[in-house]
């Protein structure tokens, strides 16, 4: 083959049989985790206008300085490849007046994000979320269900070599006194830190604790915890959190290190970070962000979420052989055409066995009948239904099982009632 001239760019991947459906069920069994909690679906624009994200997710965050798919378009209008879930669910909130239809509302979201960043396993360009946001309630037992539902999909799905971590990010009352602490330590590490943090030691602190450098890493080993510091309220809120995970028999350690890299996170953060991962182990991750709404113009509105990465749920299924779901390849009927057969006999017959909602399918490139065999056990059918030669003639098909290698003759007219029958074991 010559050398393909078009290939899918860097950082994005395309998703196939039998990966796709794959994906399919999983996303569906979330559905269902959430839909049972009361959440409902939401789907937003993939395009939002840029501004949304740089007020939402911070100015000095590395999503907006560097990772945003931002682009001016005809009309002059800078828009952006949505890089997460939350801000713009916020923004629907508040523009289709969500907050009327009563409170809290329970959305959920599943969709690709979009970030530029260098690729590397679990790491895309293009990636897949599915999220949930419940606006409105400031209730820490709503952050326990928020954080629980990862819980129930992992459990649903058999994963389970993987550890909750939880820490209180604190709020308005009490980041500021936090914040001067950690200036006070950062200028006197300042010599052990990359550029970029001592950037960020002067106008976003809480950055720092975000950077990759092993250098800073180890410098920041000693810093003091926002833990620490945190008001009676957030401390209160967050003993709220911890009991309600107790009573839901979700299992978590405090990391008192844990901040998240979006500047919204108010109160509760954590992540679900899986072993044998690499670097990329948080799989669903979240936080409270109870001033969101408020930098978006609307109303104060607290609110919860998280969102889960399926390309790095998808990897933890793998490396625990889990959520192959074997039935995938399988098809009910393959209606093969005897050579010479009127193709007319065969499409009429394969419609009627699809009306009666069986799989099925025939031969579309002129194969011989050995040929089209080979085709419905590829396929991974449980009955060819032959058609033609004298059995036609006299009004009958032949139906094979191609589990047991039994072949046995039906009157054409029994095509359907008789795979019923096959697969209720009857026959
Ligand atoms: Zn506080
Ligand atoms: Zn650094």
Redesign the pocket.
Known sequence: MAELRYRAPKGTYDLVFPESERTERVLALAGEVLTLRGYRRISTPVLENTELFRRSIGEDTDIVTKEMYTFEDRGGESLTMRPEGTAPVIRAYLERGLYAEGLPQKLFYFGPMFRRERPQAGRFRQFYQIGAEAVGSADPLIDAEIISISAVLFQRLGLERYRLVLNSVGCRNCRPGYREVLTGYLEGIAPS?????RK?AKTNPMR?FD???E???EALSGAPAIAEHICPECREHFEGVMGGLEMLEVPFDVDRSLVRGLDYYTKTAFEFQFEGLGAQNAVSAGGRYDYLAEELGGPPTPGVGFSMGVERLMMSLDSEGLGMFEELEQMIVFVAGVEGVDRGRVFSLLKEIRDASFSADADFMGRSLKAQMKQADRLGAMLVMIVGGEELERGGVALRDLGRSEQWDIPIGDAVSEIERFLEGTR
């Open positions: 830190l990359c550029e970029q943090c960020r720092v950077c990759k450098e250098g800073c890493r």
